[in-house]
Nanobody, 124 residues
């Protein structure tokens, strides 16, 4: 069982930056691949970025490539999403997710564990 808690969301102007954090409970964090997803009002949840258990394999949605960076610190049980050059269309609730059999190589929506989300609002 893994419990996930996101933080770091807020209001930022277009062109600005935010860093989201996702803290995981449990002693087996390094056994889980991790992902960030987002859901904008009236839209379906979409994959943003994924990372494998050791942190050396990552995957990004085309819409965020070159602007967002996913990383993890296993000793801290935390995964991060650094978001730069934010755009109004990045406004959404951002969720982190974990799955033991996800290896950061593709978008994957069948994650076993999900956080409750943190709201990111980008003003124009």
């Amino acid at each position: 069982q893994v419990q996930l808690a996101e933080s770091g969301g807020g209001l930022v102007q277009a062109g600005g930056s935010l860093r989201l954090s996702c803290a995981a409970s449990g002693r087996t964090f390094d056994s889980y691949g991790m992902g960030w997803f987002r859901q904008a009002p009236g839209k379906e949840r979409e994959f943003v970025a994924g990372i494998n258990q050791s942190g050396d394999n990552t995957n990004y949605a085309d819409s965020v490539k070159g602007r967002f960076t996913i990383s993890r610190v296993n000793a801290e049980n935390t995964v991060y999403l650094q978001m730069n050059n934010l755009k109004p269309e990045d406004t959404a609730v951002y969720y982190c997710a974990a799955d033991r059999y996800y290896y950061g190589d593709r978008p994957f929506y069948g994650m076993d564990y999900w956080g409750k989300g943190t709201l990111v609002t980008v003003s124009s």
